[in-house]
């Protein structure tokens, strides 16, 4: 059984880095798929971040890209998240999530982390 | 890259059924099949109900049905049942990117 676990900062500053990570157990990130982190800001709907291939290919949201990094680390079956420069804006439920790169849907996702920005 | 629209709120009673709207552009939801629907509990991930359009993946209910007819898709929920009471998201590709809807909230009188 495929299950992700997010992990990583529950309060972050404004103008500082969000960073979190996606451990992957029941498979290997290096066989395929692709990996997904996806937001939710308290009480509003879901909005894609971005996702990377197991090759290294990334893919991100335009009105995100200039602040978002994901990287995969396939020694340690695992996938990361960097954003930016964050604001109030930025507060939000953060899932990660297993993808299929050819018809762009998800089919396991991790139980989310709240990521609160705050000083 | 704007998000699809969804009416915010839908109602049935048990036994009933519904549908909730999902509609986009030629440039998403038109131009390819790929639509994936999503379940939201309170509290919970999202839980994938149908893919590519009305693809139901392992252990979900044929209860759960989707449909397209050119930028509009459908999810439609047969035979209503107290469970089905959750936030529902569409989601399509679009660009080499993932857009979804602002999201249904399914009430079950």
């Known amino acids: 059984q495929v299950q992700l676990q997010e992990s990583g900062p529950g309060l972050v500053k404004p103008s500082e880095t969000l960073s979190l990570t996606c451990a992957v157990s029941?498979?290997?990130?290096?066989?395929?798929?692709?990996w997904g982190w996806i937001r939710q800001p308290p009480g509003k709907g879901l909005e894609w971040i971005g996702s990377?291939?197991?090759?290294?290919?990334?893919y991100y949201n335009p009105s995100l890209k200039s602040r978002v990094t994901i990287s995969v680390d396939t020694s340690k079956n695992q996938f990361s998240l960097k954003l930016s420069s964050v604001t109030a804006a930025d507060t939000a439920v953060y899932y990660c999530?297993?993808?299929?790169?050819?018809?762009?849907?998800?089919?396991?996702w991790g139980q989310g982390t709240l990521v609160t920005v705050s000083s | 890259q704007s998000a699809l629209t969804q009416p915010a709120s839908v109602s049935g009673s048990p036994g009933q059924s519904i549908t909730i709207s999902c509609t986009g552009t030629?440039?998403?939801?038109?131009?390819?099949?790929?639509v994936s629907w999503y379940q939201q509990h309170p509290g919970k991930a999202p839980k994938l109900m149908i893919y590519?359009?009305?693809n139901r993946p392992s252990g979900v209910s044929n209860r759960f049905s989707g449909s397209k007819s050119g930028n509009t898709a459908s999810l439609t929920i047969s035979g209503l049942q107290a469970e089905d009471e959750a936030d529902y998201y569409c989601?399509?590709?679009?660009?080499?990117?993932?857009?979804f809807g602002g999201g249904t909230k399914l009430t079950v009188l």
């Open positions: 999530a297993r993808g299929w790169l050819s018809s762009n849907y998800f089919d396991y």
């Open positions: 029941g498979y290997s990130i290096s066989s395929g798929y692709y």
């Open positions: 990377i291939y197991h090759s290294g290919s990334t």
């Open positions: 030629s440039s998403d939801v038109g131009g390819y099949n790929y």
């Open positions: 590519e359009v009305s």
């Open positions: 989601s399509s590709y679009t660009s080499s990117s993932t857009i």
